[in-house]
């Protein structure tokens, strides 16, 4: 991913009391940095990579090697809150 480009989609599915459904998607861009031996190695250490989609974590260490971040931060992490909240606004949930 060093010195690299990619994007992530994450989709929201909401159903309503009445069973109806609404499905969304978001997209985040993000570019990493490039990135020296010395930082490769490093990040290995923590073990913070295992386990994520990506082999990083937008909200930890990982946040140190992005340059660029265009779309949804929390859509990064798992859940598009920013959505969440507008469906929630337009559907009069909230």
């Given at each position: ?57 937008i909200q930890g260490y990982g946040a140190f090697f992005i340059n660029y971040i265009s779309g949804s931060y929390s859509g990064a ?18």
């Amino acid at each position: 991913m060093s010195g690299r480009r990619h994007t992530i989609f994450t989709g929201l599915t909401i159903i309503d009391k009445t069973h109806n459904k609404f499905f969304y998607l978001t997209k985040t861009k993000i570019k990493f940095k490039v990135l020296n031996e010395i930082e490769i190695k490093k990040y290995l250490t923590l073990n913070e990579w295992k386990n994520k989609t990506g082999s990083y974590a937008i909200q930890g260490y990982g946040a140190f090697f992005i340059n660029y971040i265009s779309g949804s931060y929390s859509g990064a992490i798992g859940l598009p809150l920013e959505k969440l909240y507008y469906v929630f606004k337009d559907k009069k949930i909230l």
